[in-house]
């Protein structure tokens, strides 16, 4: 089992920033890959971003390419999501997910293919 708490999400006004974490703990050496996903009220999960395990493939949503970045430190068993550029759109609970498999061919993209989730954190942007 591994256990995901994310942290860092609030309020911020459109075109701040904010850096969420994402604390890995348990078997996190079955992990292959984290990713990170939204919901916004109303609205099916999206896909954000996602890191493999050494940090040499990162791969991200259309909605976010340019103003948000991944990262990890391995060390500290945590994943990170610096979003720049935030707009009232971003609004959403962001959740961090953890993939035992790997795939090399859009498959961090989906829900389905992520085997341990935290319990969010929520990230507000106003107008």
């Known amino acids: 089992q591994v256990q995901l708490v994310e942290s860092g999400g609030g309020l911020v006004q459109a075109g701040g920033s904010l850096r969420l974490s994402c604390a890995a703990s348990?078997?996190?050496?079955?992990?292959?890959?984290t990713g990170w996903f939204r919901r916004a009220p109303g609205k099916e999960r999206e896909f954000v971003a996602a890191?493999?395990?050494?940090?040499?493939?990162?791969y991200y949503g259309d909605s976010v390419k340019g103003r948000f970045t991944i990262s990890r430190d391995n060390a500290k068993n945590t994943v990170y999501l610096q979003m720049n550029s935030l707009k009232p759109e971003d609004t959403a609970v962001y959740y961090c997910?953890?993939?035992?498999?790997?795939?090399?061919?859009?498959?961090?993209?989906?829900?389905?293919?992520?085997?341990?989730w935290g319990q969010g954190t929520q990230v507000t942007v106003s107008s």
């Open positions: 997910a953890v993939s035992k498999r790997i795939y090399y061919s859009g498959g961090y993209y989906y829900t389905e293919n992520y085997d341990y």
């Open positions: 348990g078997s996190t050496a079955s992990s292959r890959a």
């Open positions: 890191i493999s395990w050494s940090g040499g493939r990162t």
